[in-house]
């Protein structure tokens, strides 16, 4: 059976290429060195645990999918995967990347999500945006690891429970776990804490609900389920920012994950949001192993 080696949940800021490498150091906002430095320690939990195939967990920000036809939840089946919209191109400066997929594990766990009560839609034309590319930016930038895709709907209400996210995560485990393949799998998925696009509170000197941020992280370092579906809904998140809701999608990682201790938790206050970086081990913490080869 497949091995799943880590499981990986971060938010996902689109400008961190160009705010630390595209911009250069006299230029660079003060944060960019810390920012930096963090990330490529993050970087190094996914390398030690020497993934061969990554599902990758996203959303799509209305580039491909629209309030008239946007899925609640697909997966990805296709040999290869383009990116990155021009928009984000253009105002990010994040480059084009083609990752190739891989079909075998897609037609698997869509078949097995579908057995588990989990009616996705599918995609043979998917072109990825940035809730996918940053984080191969971050944790895996040689692109050099086929992937399986699977976007949520997090913008475009009516939205699924935070529960339902949990309950898919849960889903996933078990179809990894079940895959009949000595491959090493690794998930990485991406989301926001609080969070306010085009509102009012956006470009604070902080996320939008700072209290929210705390907690939430928190809870996803302990693997605390039952305080995130006691406290979190749809009217909290909308509370704590217009684009909270993306939080759904790190409750779905944890859930891949269980309702463990992370191994490996770091966040930064970095204007406007905060950034939070977490990974565990399912198979057991290897960076020990690792450093000693």
């Known amino acids: 059976m497949a091995t799943l080696s880590a499981v990986l949940a971060t938010t996902h800021h689109p ?69 990155t919209y021009y928009n984000e191109e253009r105002e990010f400066s994040i480059p084009r990347y083609v990752l190739d997929g891989h079909e075998e594990l897609s037609g698997f766990m869509l078949q097995g999500l579908l057995d588990r009560g989990f009616d996705f839609s599918v995609s043979h034309e998917l072109k990825l945006d940035h809730s996918i590319i940053c984080p191969i930016i971050t944790t895996r930038p040689d692109g050099d690891l086929p992937v399986v895709p699977i976007y949520t709907n997090i913008f475009a209400p009516p939205l699924p429970s935070p529960k339902r996210f949990w309950d898919l995560g849960r889903a996933i485990r078990e179809i990894i776990d079940e895959y009949p ?3 090493r799998i690794a998930a990485v998925g991406s989301g926001h804490l609080s969070l306010e ?29 039952d305080s995130i579906l006691a406290n979190v809904t749809h009217e909290s998140m909308s509370g704590s920012g217009n684009a909270t809701h993306g939080f759904m999608d790190l409750i779905l990682m944890m859930g891949i994950a269980g309702p463990e201790k992370a191994a490996y938790v770091d966040n930064l206050d970095l204007f406007h949001t905060m950034e939070a970086y977490f990974t565990w081990y399912p198979s057991g913490d290897p960076r020990g192993r690792t450093a000693s080869r």
């Open 181 to 183: 393949s000595d491959k």
């Open 197 to 225: 696009l085009g509102g009012p509170r956006q470009f604070g000197e902080t996320g939008p609900d700072p209290v929210f941020d705390r907690q939430a992280i928190e809870w996803l370092s302990n693997g605390d389920i």
């Open 15 to 83: 400008f961190f290429l160009k705010a630390t490498e595209l911009t250069p150091p006299e230029e660079q906002m003060p944060q960019a060195p810390e920012w930096k430095r963090k990330v490529e320690a993050y970087r190094e939990t996914l390398t030690a645990a020497e993934p061969d195939i990554l599902v990758m967990v996203g959303a799509d920000h209305f580039h491909q999918f629209f309030h008239d036809n946007y899925p609640t939840f697909l997966i990805g089946k296709q040999p290869t995967y383009d990116a």
